[in-house]
T-cell receptor, first 117, second 110 residues
Framework: GAGVSQSPSNKVTEKGKDVELRCDPI?????LYWYRQSLGQGLEFLIY????????KSGLPSDRFSAERTGGSVSTLTIQRTQQEDSAVYLC???????????????FGPGTRLTVT | EDQVTQSPEALRLQEGESSSLNCSYT??????LFWYRQDPGKGPEFLFT???AGEEKEKERLKATLTKKESFLHITAPKPEDSATYLC???????????FGAGTRLFVKA
């Protein structure tokens, strides 16, 4: 079946502009995550969605970052007034919803490479 | 603070030379320990989930093991196609966050 898809695959923007990154999760996956991966670094958690609500936004670096999810499916990560330090690969992942104490594995999209000039 | 540390940062092996990758974790109540493989320019690909100390899982040339403080990914007789970055991640109790290590870059030379 179809995996997680993200668009665009690459985005170059000027400092100060706003950008929107899109994620289409696997059908039926209620949980959705956004991560940021800088060159040579591990994944930095940004936000978690359970359906359309976001019970954990603790990883968003500043108030310039926001995310929403509609219809329990597509999610958009928006970065306002981009800065050079926002340059990174933004990864989206989805999973089945946590049930009891068993965490489900996450399936990742290919990422969006964001370059702020 | 919850933390996941992987070592070594990079590992170079000859084809057929078995070795192990280490993942040390400090989390407030481990709910799951995950291993992923990441190829350049792609998102991580799920390999294994381990839930309790003593558990082991295998897939082809890979075997993951778990203790109360560490997890190991053993690679037996690696091939060049095993070259990738291997990521370890931990999920703690009571949270939604999965904490990732920085990864081990594995290079296998023919």
């Amino acid at each position: 079946g179809a995996g997680v898809s993200q668009s665009p695959s690459n985005k170059v923007t000027e400092k100060g502009k706003d950008v929107e990154l899109r994620c289409d999760p696997i059908s039926g996956h209620t949980a959705l995550y956004w991560y940021r991966q800088s060159l040579g670094q591990g994944l930095e958690f940004l936000i978690y969605f359970q359906g359309n609500s976001a019970p954990d936004k603790s990883g968003l670096p500043s108030d310039r970052f926001s995310a929403e999810r509609t219809g329990g499916s597509v999610s958009t990560l928006t970065i306002q007034r981009t800065q050079q330090e926002d340059s990174a690969v933004y990864l989206c992942a989805s999973s089945l919803l946590l049930a009891g104490v068993v965490p489900y594995e996450q399936y990742f999209g290919p990422g969006t490479r964001l370059t702020v000039t | 603070e919850d933390q996941v540390t992987q070592s070594p940062e990079a590992l170079r092996l000859q084809e057929g030379e078995s070795s192990s990758l280490n993942c040390s974790y400090t989390v407030s109540g481990l709910r799951g320990l995950f291993w992923y493989r990441q190829d350049p320019g792609k998102g991580p690909e799920f390999l294994f989930t381990l839930y309790s100390a003593g558990e082991e899982k295998e897939k082809e040339r890979l075997k993951a093991t778990l203790t109360k403080k560490e997890s190991f990914l053993h690679i037996t007789a690696p091939k060049p196609e095993d070259s990738a970055t291997y990521l370890c991640a931990a999920r703690n109790t009571g949270g939604f966050k999965t904490i990732f290590g920085a990864g081990t870059r594995l290079f296998v030379k023919a």
